[in-house]
Nanobody, 119 residues
């Protein structure tokens, strides 16, 4: 069974930084694209950043210049470094991974980690 588990969320003051991690575990043969998404209260989920297996990245306009997505393929882990955080970044952040496992190809999601930016 494949699982994605996020960590690193918490409470931070405006202007601060956080680093989120998302580790995939289970009988995984290959991970293709990985991504971070967020959902604020009363809002739809939005894509924050994606990264391919080769390291190519893409960002939402709201994340460009402040957030950096990276991955460690040996650890099946994707990271999101968030700098210059703003109150509007407050949301539950979830990761996803398009991967091939014992069960075939599928898209898996983590449960999410809360990020709160407040003074």
């Amino acid at each position: 069974q494949v699982q994605l588990v996020e960590s690193g969320g918490g409470l931070v003051q405006p202007g601060g930084s956080l680093r989120l991690s998302c580790a995939a575990s289970g009988r995984i043969f290959r991970i293709n694209n990985m991504g971070w998404h967020r959902q604020a209260p009363g809002k739809e989920r939005e894509l924050v950043a994606t990264i391919t297996s080769g390291g190519s990245t893409d960002y939402a306009d709201s994340a460009k210049g402040r957030f950096t997505i990276s991955r460690d393929n040996a650890k099946n882990t994707v990271y999101l470094q968030m700098n210059s955080l703003k109150p509007e970044d407050t949301a539950v952040y979830c990761c996803n991974a398009d991967l091939v496992s014992l069960g075939g190809f599928s898209d898996y999601w983590g449960q999410g980690t809360q990020v709160t930016v407040s003074s």
